[in-house]
């Protein structure tokens, strides 16, 4: 059973930098896709960045494009998301997710597509 655990979260000032980690147990990290998903009070959950297996794809939501990093690291089982120029807009429960199936291509952004979730870790951003 995969086992999924973000850490990194916390409080920054507007325009200060996080790294959320999250380690995979429990699954053959590298042959699956990773997402980054968001939930903010009151709003609806949103895709941030999405990998491939290999790395080689990535996508970003327009509204992190230029700002957050998308990367992992195969040898650690390990997914990150480095957040830079932060907003008080980013503020949310930060969550990661793996594809449901393994070897697919491409980074996937569905939440349907992904069917293990960690518990995500509090990101605030205060102005």
């Known amino acids: 059973q995969v086992q999924l655990v973000e850490s990194g979260g916390g409080l920054v000032q507007a325009g200060g930098s996080l790294r959320l980690s999250c380690a995979a147990s429990?699954?053959?990290?590298?042959?699956?896709?990773m997402g980054w998903f968001r939930q903010a009070p009151g709003k609806e959950s949103e895709c941030v960045a999405a990998?491939?297996?290999?790395?080689?794809?990535?996508y970003y939501a327009d509204f992190v494009k230029g700002r957050f990093t998308i990367s992992r690291d195969n040898a650690k089982n390990t997914a990150y998301l480095q957040m830079n120029s932060l907003k008080p807009e980013d503020t949310a429960l930060y969550y990661c997710?793996?594809?449901?199936?393994?070897?697919?291509?491409?980074?996937?952004?569905?939440?349907?597509?992904?069917?293990?979730w960690g518990q995500g870790t509090q990101v605030t951003v205060s102005s």
């Open positions: 997710a793996m594809d449901k199936s393994p070897h697919r291509l491409g980074a996937r952004t569905e939440p349907a597509d992904f069917g293990s």
């Open positions: 429990g699954r053959t990290f590298s042959i699956y896709a």
């Open positions: 990998i491939s297996r290999g790395g080689s794809s990535t």
